[in-house]
């Protein structure tokens, strides 16, 4: 699939780059800065607000990388040890991702690429205290034992993917998560708050990362 894809480098407004794919007409990241709302939504309003040694993440929606490499620099800079597991069924191709500047904005190119490179559902070492497994999969076609402490839902928007914003897929996300544990996204549609709540979510409104508004928190128990 991915090599029937047509994948657009585009530069966002802080500088980093972000993926348009024209068959959608989406991005991966808001155009307002892929960086600076990733930095905001998954690690200032989810990462940080949990106060563990050892963290179980579960990322919806791989894409770029940009989430994963950000959480890896998280938690070498707050010497804390993540397992990072990350569902992406349309991987890009090497000669996508290493067009990404992230590598070269952030540092760490190295662990940029070997996250990349990483074998499909095999627990990849980056560290002493951060591993990461890609599973080839939908949010709704993956199942697992496993329970986490934060979930990033970073999927395509709910104007593009309806399904994977209604009641059904968020009850799945709300059993996976461990008690205390939250659901981050960037989405801010009202729409989506009631689904939560209706999935079992406590919902916190956020101030949202700009331009937006709002953002929602979903905290399980
Ligand atoms: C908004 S983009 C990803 C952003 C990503 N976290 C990043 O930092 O680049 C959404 C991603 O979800 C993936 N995706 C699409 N459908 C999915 C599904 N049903 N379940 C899980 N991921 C999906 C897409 O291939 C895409 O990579």
Known sequence: MEGQIDHQIIVSADGSHTIYLPLLDETY??????????????????????DLKHLKVLEIGFGTGLNALLTYQYAQAHNISID??????????????????????????SIFRAMHLAAANSKIELS???NICIRPA?????????TYDI??????????????WEIPVLKKLFSLLNTSGILVTYCASGQFRRNLIAA?????????????KQMFRGRKG
Not at 153 to 162: G, M, R
Not at 200 to 211: M, Q, R, S, T
């Open 151 to 164: 979930i990033y839902f970073d999927a395509f928007a709910p104007s593009k993917q309806p399904e994977i």
């Open 128 to 130: 002493s205290n951060f």
């Open 29 to 50: 990241h808001s155009s307002h800065g892929a960086i600076a709302e990733s930095r905001y939504v998954y690690l200032q309003h989810g990462l940080q607000t949990l």
């Open 84 to 109: 990072y597991e990350t569902l992406e069924p349309y991987r890009l191709a090497e000669g996508v991702f290493s067009q990404l500047n992230y590598g070269s904005i952030l540092g760490d190119e």
């Open 200 to 212: 079992g979510f406590a919902v916190e409104v956020l101030e949202g990362p700009p331009p937006k």
């Open 138 to 146: 939908t949010i709704q076609e993956f199942e697992t034992s496993q």
